[in-house]
Nanobody
Framework: QVHLVESGGGTVESGGSLRLSCTGV????????MAWYRQVPGKARDLVAS???????YYEESVKGRFTISRDDAKNTVYLQMNNLKPEDTAEYYC?????????WGQGTQVTVSS
């Protein structure tokens, strides 16, 4: 069964950094466009950053200059480096892998930024 497994969440003070990882299991990772989303209770899941199979990246406006998405296909892993974290970045973070026909989601990892 295909899995995406996230790790790296936690609690950090405002201004701190975290690096999230998402590793694919039983999947041709290099064929996936990858993305990170985040969700707070009662709100929709929002796109934070994405990276295509060719390495083209996109960032939501509020994280530009602070977050960096990258991928290592040899390790079946996508990363989200988060610097200068703010309390408003507090959310459950999910990775998504997409082919032309199907989306795969991880189980989520909680990020909490204290002020």
């Amino acid at each position: 069964q295909v899995h995406l497994v996230e790790s790296g969440g936690g609690t950090v003070e405002s201004g701190g950094s975290l690096r999230l990882s998402c590793t694919g299991v039983r999947i041709e990772f290099s064929s996936l466009d990858m993305a990170w989303y985040r969700q707070v209770p009662g709100k929709a899941r929002d796109l934070v950053a994405s990276i295509t199979v060719r390495g083209t990246s996109y960032y939501e406006e509020s994280v530009k200059g602070r977050f960096t998405i990258s991928r290592d296909d040899a390790k079946n892993t996508v990363y989200l480096q988060m610097n200068n974290l703010k309390p408003e970045d507090t959310a459950e973070y999910y990775c998504k892998g997409a082919t032309y026909s199907k989306d795969y989601w991880g189980q989520g990892t909680q990020v909490t930024v204290s002020s």
